[in-house]
């Protein structure tokens, strides 16, 4: 179904309700696609289109179009390049058993990307509109959803200040983009425990910042530490907040228990990960206890020698989940290992890759088909 965009506050100037679709003429070739899609990595190849929708103060969100893939045109002046104002999501389409396409909790997307807009000074894109883009790119791109076990299409929303402007204020033209990327694990070993490094040195947020926000700024100040987490041979990075876990460049963090439970920070300068949330709810639908509270790095090294926290596991759209073998430190070290330390975090993870691939019961009602 094709919804038109109106905006009642801002109506859109006439003739500009409807969804524009220019196909692509010259989309990849049927073999060309099924090439990427036998081995499609993660984010290196794009679908044969894109969508667009413009906002500006004067006109409210307009003239939404599904365009065939390509670069785009900026002023040099855009408020994006200089100032850095610009949020994203990511999230992925499932293709089940019987062919259908469905995504994962997409209206948590749209209210996180509209809580990311807020805190960077952007318009909000109504929840509609954030589906409706989701829908008309997978009606013209649908062929792109891989179906191997464990593939998946990552769609990735994004959102930026257009306006050529060098003063520093909000800016009054924006774009809002969705592009998509066949995508197989985002970790190359797969689901094979990854080794993070704790960084002392530098931090992801502070407090009253942008951590919550998923904004790219955030993880341009990743890079480094990042660069630095693979020299020692670690995967990515673990930031704190003083003594306080935080999260990593790209996942939220979970301890695990030996009794079961789970431990994991809450902080004010974390992104709230949907990932996260669908787990914490499939182990408390298994009577597990969840605890989301303020984590000392102390607790973990202390509770790791006791043999009271048995493992831990990183968890997020695009990694899913995958256990922690090992956090570094400049001074000591962290080590799971051994079947106990893994097995929940993986039993956890299929519980959840079986709804998003259809092959357990939607309980929570958490799936969205895209393709009907
Ligand atoms: N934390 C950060 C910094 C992230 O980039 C992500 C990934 O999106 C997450 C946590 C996990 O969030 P989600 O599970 O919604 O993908
Ligand atoms: C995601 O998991 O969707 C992210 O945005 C994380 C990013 C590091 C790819």
Known sequence: MTIPLTDISNPPAPGSLLWQITRNTEPASVEAREAVLANPGFGQHFTDHMVDICWSEKGGWHRPRVSPYGPIQLDPAAAVLHYAQEVFEGLKA????????????PDQNAARMQRSAQRLALPELPTEYFLESLRQLVALDG????????????????MFAKEAFLGVRAAKKV????IASPAGAYFAHGVQPVSIALTQGFARAGKGGTGAAKTGGNYASSLLPQAEAYEKGCEQVLYLDGEYLEELGGM????????????????????????????????????????????TITEWRAGAASGEIVGAFACGTAAVLVPIGRLVADDFEIVHEGPESEELALSLRQELTDIQYGRADDKHGWLVRLDA
Not at 94 to 105: E, K, M, N, Q, V
Not at 261 to 286: F, H, Y
């Open 175 to 178: 774009a809002y983009y969705l």
């Open 252 to 295: 939220n963090v979970v301890l695990v228990r030996r009794d079961g439970s789970l431990v994991t920070p809450e902080s004010d300068s974390i992104l709230e990960g949907i990932t996260l949330k669908s787990i914490l709810q499939l182990a408390e639908d298994r009577g597990l206890a969840v605890e989301q509270r303020p984590v």
């Open 143 to 158: 062929a792109w959803v891989p179906d191997a076990a464990e593939t998946s299409l990552y769609l990735r929303p994004y």
């Open 94 to 105: 499932y293709r089940h058993a019987d062919g259908s396409i469905h995504t994962f909790r």
